[in-house]
């Protein structure tokens, strides 16, 4: 191999991996907003309306719109810088205000509502006789 086509070598890797860390970001919106809306979807139908007998629905339908939420934080920021070369934040003090405290609220809203699940399934096991 000569030093040229080494070179060019070098240079088509370094592309495919920064096409790859450009695109991934949308590609994870893209999958995560399907699949937690088709969640979401799920957790509405008949079969789970009777919140009396299964109370931990409301937790899991709250969980499916804060991982949508949560999706597009960090995620729609980073495509953007990556392919068009800027940020949202950037431009609006409010937009920037509002981005950075779902950014840190909706994750820990997410595992706070996992946690009141475990929570709401253990009290009413552990109190029975």
Not at 105 to 120: E, G, H, K, N, Y
Request: hydrophobic letters at 45%.
């Amino acid at each position: 191999m000569t030093n040229s086509s080494n070179n060019t070598f070098i240079n088509l890797k370094n592309e495919t991996r920064a096409s790859f860390t450009a695109y991934y970001p949308l590609a994870l919106i893209t999958v995560g907003t399907l699949l937690n809306t088709f969640t979401f979807i799920i957790l509405c139908q008949p079969a789970f309306k009777n919140t009396a007998a299964k109370p931990t629905i409301h937790y899991m339908r709250a969980i499916a719109i804060f991982d949508i939420i949560m999706l597009y934080g960090w995620n729609f920021d980073h495509y953007l810088l990556e392919v068009h070369g800027y940020t949202l934040q950037l431009y609006s003090v409010p937009f920037c205000k509002i981005c950075s405290f779902l950014n840190y609220f909706t994750p820990q809203m997410s595992a706070w509502l996992r946690v009141f699940i475990c929570l709401d399934r253990y009290l009413p096991l552990s109190t029975r006789i």
